[in-house]
Nanobody
Framework: QVQLVESGGGLVQPGGSLRLSCTAS?????LGWYRQAPGKQRELVAQ???????DYADSVKGRFTISRDNAKNTAYLQMNNLKPEDTAVYYC?????????WGQGTQVTVSS
């Protein structure tokens, strides 16, 4: 069993930045961030493999950057030029073998 602990959410004005962190309690293969806004389905934001291959949703390309520190089993999501439509609960997701794990979620609110 792997636990994922997220941090870094909060309230920010449009155009601002936030950095989310997700730390896994054990070794993990891929790590990613999903988000879910009220009344909408959960969607993939970005993901990164243990080898550093990344993938992004079209809506965040050029604004968000995912990275990881394998020694710390931690992934980071740097979010720049935030928009009101980025408001959602952000969930960290990790995969090891056939298993998928989820964090508890952290709220990101973009509002003036």
């Amino acid at each position: 069993q792997v636990q994922l602990v997220e941090s870094g959410g909060g309230l920010v004005q449009p155009g601002g930045s936030l950095r989310l962190s997700c730390t896994a309690s054990g070794s993990i293969e891929s790590l990613g961030w999903y988000r879910q806004a009220p009344g909408k389905q959960r969607e993939l934001v970005a993901q990164i493999t243990s080898g550093g291959t990344t993938d992004y949703a079209d809506s965040v390309k050029g604004r968000f950057t995912i990275s990881r520190d394998n020694a710390k089993n931690t992934a980071y999501l740097q979010m720049n030029n935030l928009k009101p439509e980025d408001t959602a609960v952000y969930y960290c997701s990790g995969r090891r073998s056939i298993y998928e794990y989820w964090g508890q979620g952290t709220q990101v609110t973009v509002s003036s």
